[in-house]
């Protein structure tokens, strides 16, 4: 072999070296073709079903998760199982509200518009003020959270930027509280106004409900609904601890 065929022979070989001459079966290396199988789904039996968590300690972004973290996320999911998003379809609210306290004190309907009173413990909530919220504490002295619903009565849809405002008298007539009702959310109650207030003694009262025409923008269909001014008149029972209907 001639001095030139043999440094011809020797580059081919070294090219060869440089360019990863080894052929896999697969086209890719052993350890590629591993990584590339454990991401292939071949059926829906190699997927978890949506709304679980995997055994492999993944989050739902595929990345593996750190010593710690998917216990946590386990109990925050844990925490949001099970609701429906229905107002009041659950007295145990995902905020922890607990809402078995509450009772219907009256249900009223008019042409067009649904009405609900509830009356539950005094709450804490917060009031819109501009950019931020006031916190409302109750009073040690205050009796009760009083709740007003006002739905469109042909499809139960809440209706906001109302006003509605209550007065209570006792039996002598006096007035035991004056005030609006705040309008507010809770996962347990959905959209109502409400208000905590303070009855004095135990005893019969009368509630007495102005329901103004809520101020909201709406389609043609209810250009004319809920624009009258409706007043409900309603007995309840308070036996020092709680407010009943009479």
Known sequence: MTRPMILTALL????????????????????????????????QDDQAPTGTHDDGGHGADGTAAADGDAPAQDAADDSHAGHTGAAGSDAHAADGEDMSDMVTLAESETEDLAIELHAMPPELFYVSEGDDFRPQRPSPKDSAHLMVSLSDKASGVRLPEATVTIRITDATGATAFEGPLYPMVGRGMGLHYGENVQLA??????????????????????????????????????????IQAD
């Open 12 to 43: 081919a070989l070294a090219l060869s070296g440089c360019a990863g001459g080894t052929i896999y079966e697969a086209g890719m290396p052993p350890a590629e073709q591993a990584a590339a199988g454990g991401h292939a789904h071949g059926g």
């Open 201 to 242: 003694d135990a005893g019969k009262y009368l509630v007495e409900l102005v329901i103004g025409p809520p101020r909201v923008g709406r389609h043609q269909a209810v250009q004319n609904a809920w624009n009258k001014t409706t007043r409900i008149e309603q007995a309840i029972q308070f036996d020092g601890k709680a």
